[in-house]
């Protein structure tokens, strides 16, 4: 059989470099004198698995609702508390996060709830007590931080009892307005935002924001109006077992529940922060997206 002459792959094509007249720093001196120094914030969020990447707002935020002049930090961490998240050194990180220099201004957002809630050992607080005080620790150590504390209400769970959502976090966002306007910080509802357009959508609609598609037997609860695993008179039957602790060897699993954000409820969530955020925060007006 007849072999044809074998060719050699062809090599890359070298285009030498243009000869100048003069070097580039003399010839690109007076647009390099030119050159303006630029200035840039930072946000850092702080909080729960509502917060963190991958399972709450806090990474859509960071990814689509900051400029390139707006540094953004998401040291939310799943299962965490006011109570556990200072405990186990989260909380000294994030003020080192806040104390690097060269930021003109650094804004903490501070938002937990869900495992500040009884049932919770080492991570749940007293209502009255220990979860306002932690609150106001939160504010005031950011402020001696040289940063600007912000205070966020607890992201909605989504569960529903015959048509109606189930609010089982009032409380917690209730003290969390009473602290903010105590300490006169900005905050943002969240809560109250998130109870509202999960209301709106529906049992139905609202188990679109979850990580993963629903069960066909949870669509089918969804559709009688009463999710499975609400909270019902007499007692839990929930999904508030799946806010476990993440950690570096158990990452926040990727499931179906009623708590934890999948894409599309992590930016819808993130847009409502931001629209929040430069309404209580104006001078942020043009390094944050809505």
């Known amino acids: 059989m007849w072999v044809g002459p074998a060719f050699a792959a062809p090599g890359p094509t070298i285009i030498p470099p243009p000869k100048l007249d003069v070097p580039v720093s003399v010839s690109d001196a007076e647009a390099r004198r030119n050159t303006k120094p630029i200035t840039l914030s930072k946000i850092i969020l702080v909080g729960d698995s509502t917060v963190q990447v991958g399972s709450g707002w806090g990474g859509a935020f960071c990814a689509n609702h900051v400029t390139a002049f707006l540094t953004c930090v998401d040291m939310g961490r799943g299962g965490r508390s006011t109570l556990s998240y200072r405990a186990e050194g989260s909380w000294a990180q994030a003020l080192n996060e806040a104390k690097v220099p060269g930021y003109a201004d650094v804004y903490v957002l501070v938002q937990f709830g869900h495992n500040d809630q009884p049932g919770k050992p080492g991570n749940s607080t007293d209502l009255d ?76 609609a609202s188990l679109e924001l979850a990580q993963k598609p629903p069960a066909p037997e949870v669509v089918a609860a969804a559709k009688s109006g009463t999710s499975i695993g609400a909270f019902m008179p007499g007692g839990y039957r929930s999904s508030t077992q799946t806010e476990v602790a993440a950690t570096r060897k158990s ?31 104006p001078s942020l007006r043009g390094q944050v997206e809505p």
């Open 129 to 204: 007590t220990e979860f306002p005080q932690n609150l106001r620790n939160y504010v005031a150590e950011t402020r001696a931080a040289g940063a600007i504390p912000v205070l966020v209400t607890p992201l909605t769970r989504r569960s529903f009892a015959k048509g109606s959502l189930l609010d089982t976090l009032s409380p917690w966002a209730e003290k969390t307005l009473e602290v903010a306007r105590e300490t006169n910080v900005p905050v943002i509802d969240l809560h109250a935002i998130s109870m509202r357009i999960v209301q709106q959508m529906g049992p139905v």
């Open 251 to 281: 990452p926040q699993g990727v499931t179906f529940d009623y708590t934890h954000l999948g894409a599309k409820g992590a930016e819808l969530f993130a847009s409502q922060v931001a629209q929040e955020l430069l309404r209580v925060a």
